[in-house]
């Protein structure tokens, strides 16, 4: 068998599979490994290019092949997908990882720490709850409504339904559903303490982490948006430019444009698809939570950029467009390593 230069690995959770090809271009393995043979494998092999999707346990295999002294890539799933070349199966999307990860022109996604990656993932707990606590909210809402009792929105609406069901003289919902309501609040009381919890542990990583700390010195970015900006935006570098890093996120324009939209033309005619939700959701979102807390308050309203914005658009029109310029001055701090300076007052 010829020396193998570059691997193609298809990863999975039991089989992966693996395509080599030699410094000539020619196929010089191809076969499938038990998930307890890999690093076995791989480490009898000498020291060579590892291609592989970024998906689900991808940064662990990365960092584990890097200890073995293996130069290993991540590729956007979507970006290998052009290289199949017919059938799609294990075999085939090994091979089309194998020819993508040399091309040239081909991106790849920076490999997250254990660190990053813990981080990260407390963020998707937090998100995953706190969509449970709003879903137990509204099913609250709904099953009350269906016996009359409607409550105005937001938290004083919440509490005037807890009160009617911890009230033992009112009787308006009949048993069980009113034990059953009262599990709900439980588990709402539950959720309350468990991301109040999170949001602890998010604040004291926050101090820790030197990029959070010149995040949170710009205005808009609490310490919520600075960890995640700091945990999921690997490689800031990666971006040539500010708008080319908010492009990726996904935020609106200046002139209130929605998303990046999708490209479809050929002839020199190009077409302009639907919205997309391409990019990360979740910054994004942070994004324009904390652009939209920035505009309540009086120093942003005083800023003659958001206040020339406020006389001619709507107000979230405005929060997107600024959740915009956030994404950019938080590449640009996380560019330069630096706190944020701002732009003196003029005279």
């Given at each position: 068998?010829?020396?193998?230069?570059?691997?193609?690995?298809?990863?999975?959770?039991?089989?992966?599979?693996?395509?080599?090809?030699?410094?000539?271009?020619?196929?010089?393995?191809?076969?499938a490994?038990?998930?307890?043979?890999?690093?076995?494998?791989?480490?009898?092999?000498?020291?060579?290019?590892?291609?592989?999707?970024?998906c689900?346990t991808?940064?662990?295999?990365?960092?584990?092949?890097r200890?073995?002294?293996?130069?290993?890539r991540?590729?956007?799933?979507?970006?290998?997908?052009?290289?199949?070349?017919?059938?799609?199966?294990?075999?085939?999307?090994?091979?089309?990882?194998?020819?993508?990860?040399?091309?040239?022109?081909?991106?790849?996604?920076?490999?997250?720490?254990?660190?990053?990656?813990?981080?990260?993932?407390?963020?998707?707990?937090?998100?995953?709850?706190?969509?449970?606590?709003?879903?137990?909210?509204?099913?609250?809402?709904?099953?009350?409504?269906?016996?009359?009792?409607?409550?105005?929105?937001?938290?004083?609406?919440?509490?005037?339904?807890?009160?009617?069901?911890?009230?033992?003289?009112?009787?308006?919902?009949?048993?069980?559903?009113?034990?059953?309501?009262?599990?709900?609040?439980?588990?709402?009381?539950?959720?309350?303490?468990?991301?109040?919890?999170?949001?602890?542990?998010?604040?004291?990583?926050?101090?820790?982490?030197?990029?959070?700390?010149?995040?949170?010195?710009?205005?808009?970015?609490?310490?919520?948006?600075?960890?995640?900006?700091?945990?999921?935006?690997?490689?800031?570098?990666?971006?040539?430019?500010?708008?080319?890093?908010?492009a990726?996120?996904?935020?609106?324009?200046?002139?209130?444009?929605?998303?990046?939209?999708?490209?479809?033309?050929?002839?020199?005619k190009?077409?302009?698809?639907?919205?997309?939700?391409?990019?990360?959701?979740?910054?994004?979102?942070?994004?324009?939570?904390?652009?939209?807390?920035?505009?309540?308050?009086?120093?942003?309203?005083?800023?003659?950029?958001?206040?020339?914005?406020?006389?001619?658009?709507?107000?979230?029109?405005?929060?997107?467009?600024?959740?915009?310029?956030?994404?950019?001055?938080?590449?640009?701090?996380?560019?330069?390593?630096?706190?944020?300076?701002?732009?003196?007052?003029?005279?």
């Amino acid at each position: 068998m010829n020396e193998v230069s570059t691997i193609g690995l298809d990863i999975a959770k039991n089989v992966f599979q693996v395509h080599g090809v030699d410094r000539t271009g020619a196929v010089a393995i191809r076969r499938a490994l038990r998930r307890s043979q890999m690093l076995a494998w791989f480490a009898k092999l000498p020291p060579c290019l590892v291609g592989m999707e970024a998906c689900g346990t991808a940064h662990y295999w990365a960092r584990e092949r890097r200890q073995l002294g293996h130069e290993v890539r991540l590729i956007p799933p979507a970006y290998a997908t052009a290289y199949v070349r017919r059938n799609k199966n294990d075999p085939a999307d090994a091979a089309a990882i194998c020819e993508a990860v040399g091309r040239p022109s081909m991106r790849f996604v920076a490999i997250k720490t254990e660190r990053q990656q813990a981080v990260a993932g407390i963020h998707r707990v937090r998100d995953r709850l706190i969509k449970q606590r709003t879903m137990l909210r509204n099913q609250r809402r709904g099953l009350m409504a269906e016996f009359g009792i409607v409550a105005a929105k937001g938290r004083r609406g919440l509490n005037e339904l807890l009160a009617i069901l911890v009230d033992p003289e009112d009787r308006r919902i009949a048993s069980p559903l009113r034990e059953g309501l009262i599990a709900i609040m439980e588990t709402l009381r539950s959720l309350e303490r468990k991301l109040e919890g999170i949001d602890r542990q998010m604040v004291a990583a926050g101090r820790a982490d030197a990029t959070c700390r010149h995040l949170i010195t710009a205005p808009g970015y609490g310490p919520i948006l600075s960890s995640a900006m700091a945990a999921l935006v690997i490689d800031p570098g990666a971006f040539k430019r500010s708008s080319d890093f908010a492009a990726s996120l996904g935020p609106c324009s200046s002139q209130g444009q929605a998303l990046v939209p999708p490209q479809d033309g050929t002839g020199g005619k190009v077409r302009l698809g639907p919205i997309s939700k391409r990019g990360n959701g979740y910054l994004r979102r942070l994004l324009v939570n904390g652009a939209t807390s920035l505009i309540k308050s009086q120093h942003a309203r005083r800023d003659p950029w958001v206040a020339k914005r406020l006389a001619s658009k709507p107000r979230k029109v405005v929060a997107v467009a600024l959740a915009n310029k956030l994404a950019r001055i938080g590449w640009a701090l996380m560019r330069r390593q630096e706190n944020f300076r701002s732009r003196p007052a003029a005279a």
